[in-house]
T-cell receptor
Framework: QQQVKQSPQSLIVQKGGISIINCAYENTAFDYFPWYQQFPGKGPALLIAIRPDVSEKKEGRFTISFNKSAKQFSLHIMDSQPGDSATYFCAASSRVQAGTALIFGKGTTLSVSS | EAGVTQFPSHSVIEKGQTVTLRCDPISGHDNLYWYRRVMGKEIKFLLHFVKESKQDESGMPNNRFLAERTGGTYSTLKVQPAELEDSGVYFC?????????????FGPGTRLTVT
């Protein structure tokens, strides 16, 4: 049973466009929702994260939107650039239990065309 | 500050052989995790160390996998004997002992291919 569902599996966006990746979770005990960015041959790098006490968090061109009632969160990449082409993973865990494992979505491969 | 390092970056072995993967966490990080991504699937948790103690090994697939963290520094993950389904990318991650203990930083991974 997959606890974090991510969509779409792949995404092609034109340079300057908005990339949107969606995730849904099931476990209401989750209270930490990070997004990781992975380039080929590299490990996942922490990009941005949100807690459920806020509905939105913005860092530069990256924004997380969070809907607690729907148990959904999404990553928006504004003004997408070719350098943003990578695989993006959403994840969830519980901060209360220190060291709790991250539960990942299956990943979204983003290609930004120039 | 150096990041999480893993060795080797790639390993190709035959079914039945043994392979040992190594992870060096960020200095001072007491929490160390192992994850695995099989092609096309999600990154899945294998186990979690706090210093040298196994805190959670619920994700370990079977007893062919043995993880150690002697001295609470680097960790090794041994697969013996390797099977075809063990192929995938093995990631190590670490997080600090205090403060944002939930922020996990990943290494570049070891790609294991079992033929």
């Amino acid at each position: 049973q997959q606890q974090v569902k991510q969509s779409p599996q792949s995404l092609i966006v034109q340079k300057g466009g908005i990339s949107i990746i969606n995730c849904a979770y099931e476990n209401t005990a989750f209270d930490y929702f990070p997004w990781y960015q992975q380039f080929p041959g590299k490990g996942p790098a922490l990009l941005i994260a949100i807690r459920p006490d806020v509905s939105e968090k913005k860092e530069g061109r990256f924004t997380i939107s969070f809907n607690k009632s729907a148990k959904q969160f999404s990553l928006h990449i504004m003004d997408s650039q070719p350098g943003d082409s990578a695989t993006y993973f959403c994840a969830a865990s519980s901060r209360v239990q220190a060291g709790t494992a991250l539960i990942f979505g299956k990943g979204t491969t983003l290609s930004v065309s120039s | 500050e150096a990041g999480v390092t893993q060795f080797p970056s790639h390993s190709v072995i035959e079914k039945g052989q043994t392979v040992t993967l190594r992870c060096d966490p960020i200095s001072g990080h007491d929490n160390l995790y192992w994850y695995r991504r099989v092609m096309g699937k999600e990154i899945k948790f294998l186990l979690h160390f706090v210093k040298e103690s196994k805190q959670d090994e619920s994700g370990m697939p079977n007893n062919r996998f043995l993880a150690e963290r002697t001295g609470g520094t680097y960790s090794t993950l041994k697969v013996q004997p390797a099977e075809l389904e063990d192929s995938g990318v093995y990631f190590c991650a670490s997080s600090p002992r205090q403060g944002k203990t939930y922020e996990q930083y990943f290494g570049p991974g070891t790609r294991l291919t079992v033929t």
